[in-house]
């Protein structure tokens, strides 16, 4: 479900396992799948609505299965409800109430294991209460009432293989004590361990085919002077609303005016086209074009990209990377392997498993800092220059 251009199910083929049925509802994310998909097995490739969807139809497209069957239902249900770039509307926001429906159709399909992927911002959101944390609390509590128990990680992809720094929240939802273990990194920034270095943008790069003058984008005259007097792995700052502790903004850089550091992994791969600049030897400063961003989310060369420009940007960018799905994936298979005949007691749980410390102290973290900016945050005005 929320399948996008393929990236979770790209990542679980590789791992070892069979798509039965894919679905989502952008016509040119349904079109990348079906591009990418072979002939014979386009037709469980749907376009649809979740609140419109049923068991029935899932499972008649799947091939005629039966409640049970399945042993995973992967998606990842929108994030620009949470996500920090946005405006964290969470529940307030219609598409912040998808995952309650993705809930609803994945336990009516009666799986072994649910798996939920989106961004960082999930872990402290806050829900209807408006307390930090709060939204991932009540996800984990609707799923608890459908006899689930939860396995909460966040995982960045550039531990796993992936040019990219990117940090996303995983929940498992698995029956008790039937908890699969999320995957071990296997790369690091300072190779600790014995782990492999993260692999750089600049060797990510490298394996991707010249780039024409149809794909560059280059900045406006008045950008390009800014980015001018800047170095790689900084960009132009914005200043943000005053607050109680930061008198003189909480500032962050603007969006779309960030020049990569080649010698690093990339930042986020965003949804838009306002991506990271480089510093090309041949081409001059410009943007990273969808094939670079492709790559970035380590998408394989071939895979097919259906849509405009903007379109093919945004599926990119909300994308799981199948390098990082993979990871989950075959963690997830070794322990369905080793573990064949799941528990049979398992409607009942009566108490959810804490969060690890690290994602608690996350939480607390956000808490105090509500406690210290909340009010300023929300009473400041935002500091914008006039355009002529």
């Not at 989502?24 to 376009?47: C, Y």
């Not at 510093?279 to 405009?308: M, N």
């Amino acid at each position: 479900m929320f399948s996008g251009a393929g990236g979770l199910d790209l990542g679980f083929e590789q791992a070892g396992w069979s798509r039965r049925f894919a679905s989502d509802l952008d016509s040119d994310a349904v079109a990348t799948l079906r591009a990418n998909t072979k002939a014979q097995e386009r037709s469980s490739v749907g376009q649809a609505d979740i609140r419109d969807l049923t068991a029935a139809e899932v499972l008649a497209r799947a091939g005629g299965m039966s409640n049970g069957d399945l042993d995973a239902i992967v998606g990842g249900p929108p994030c620009q409800s949470w996500s920090s770039a946005g405006h964290q509307k969470g529940l307030a926001d219609e598409r912040g109430q998808l995952f309650r429906h993705f809930i609803k159709l994945a336990n009516s399909l009666d799986p072994r294991f649910i798996i939920m992927e989106n961004v960082r911002g999930l872990l402290t959101a806050r829900g209807l209460d408006g307390e930090p944390g709060s939204a991932l609390a009540l996800l984990r509590e609707d799923l608890r009432k459908e006899g689930w128990q939860t396995a909460v990680s966040l995982l960045n992809a550039a531990d796993y293989g992936v040019a990219q720094r990117r940090v996303r929240l995983f929940v498992i939802a698995h029956r008790t004590g039937d908890c699969p273990s999320f995957p071990n990194p296997t790369h690091s920034k300072d190779r600790v361990g014995g782990l492999k270095s993260w692999v750089s943008l600049k060797r990510c790069l490298s394996n991707v085919r010249d780039i024409s003058e149809e794909e560059i984008i280059r900045p406006t005259p008045k950008l390009a002077a800014e980015l001018a007097e800047i170095s790689p792995g900084s960009g132009v700052k914005s200043r943000g609303k005053p607050e109680a502790t930061r008198p003189g903004g909480h500032w962050g850089y603007k969006q779309g005016a960030f020049i990569a550091d080649p010698s690093l992994p990339a930042r986020t791969v965003t949804a838009s086209t306002a991506q990271d600049w480089v510093i090309d030897p041949v081409h001059g400063l410009r943007r990273l074009c969808p094939r670079e961003c492709s790559a970035i989310q380590s998408f394989p060369s071939f895979w097919k990209w259906v849509g405009k420009r903007a379109s093919v940007y945004r599926q990119i960018g909300n994308a799981v990377p199948p390098k990082l799905a993979k990871a989950v994936a075959l963690s997830l298979l070794e322990h369905k392997v080793q573990t064949q005949t799941p528990p049979s007691d398992w409607r009942s749980v009566e108490k959810l498993t804490p969060l690890d410390e690290r994602l608690m102290a996350a939480i607390a973290y956000t808490k105090r800092d509500e406690a210290r900016n909340g009010e300023s945050r929300r009473s400041a005005p935002v500091l914008r220059k006039r355009r002529a």
